[in-house]
């Protein structure tokens, strides 16, 4: 029974809370730095004013993430959501890597607009998976226990992000953050569960 219950439905809804565990991890650290690593990347020659670098790397964001949202809508029916979920997780993972070694804003700019587009291609996949996979009767409370645990999961990014920032450097944890999102979206790959959910 243990065995065909690791193969089940439930079991891949688990696999994807888990996956979305350690994808906020990740992102409670880019919200605390990104924006204060905007402001160091000036230091890489680029003559402009601080607000004026974190407006460019929220703005740059924001569009990315509209672009996100376009792309699954015309390529979701197209492609396996267990797919998208792991290309999304392996993709921002590095994408945040990449931003943590840039070191000029003009460099970081398209990499978190294509930031912002992974991010939407393993979010709304993601989700909509989680919804189909979950039974009606059972929704409200694993929603809300997933809730909880993606929530625990940010604050604690937020809080490794606040302490090991300045003494390790934003760069370093940014780039630190990143590989453990790239791993461990790509473990996804090696369950059959995740990697051909639809």
């Known amino acids: 029974r243990y065995w065909r219950d690791w193969s089940s439905d439930v079991c891949s809804s688990d696999l994807n809370t888990m996956q979305g565990v350690f994808g906020q991890a990740a992102t409670g650290v880019c919200v605390v730095l990104i924006p ?18 974190v407006g460019a790397i929220q703005t740059a964001l924001g569009v990315g993430l509209v672009l996100g949202g376009v792309i699954v809508g ?4 197209r492609v396996r959501a267990g797919r998208l979920v792991i290309g999304g997780y392996v993709s921002s993972g590095l994408l ?11 460099v970081a700019v398209p990499l978190v607009v294509a930031g912002g587009i ?30 909880a645990l993606v929530s625990a999961a940010y604050l604690l990014g937020i809080q490794l992000a606040g302490v090991l920032g300045t ?16 791993v461990t979206g790509g473990l996804g790959a090696l369950f059959p569960q995740v990697r051909d959910a639809d």
């Open 74 to 77: 015309g390529i979701g029916h």
């Open 167 to 182: 003494p390790l450097g934003f760069g370093s944890v940014l780039l630190v953050a990143g590989i453990f999102t790239l």
């Open 36 to 53: 204060l690593y905007a402001t160091a990347l000036l230091a890489g020659g680029t003559n402009v004013a601080p607000g004026f670098a």
């Open 96 to 106: 945040i890597a990449l931003y943590g070694v840039s070191g000029n804003l003009w």
């Open 118 to 147: 992974a991010n939407m291609v393993y979010v709304i996949p993601s989700l909509a998976l989680f919804g189909k996979l979950v039974p009606a009767a059972m929704m409200g409370r694993v929603i809300a226990f997933r809730r």
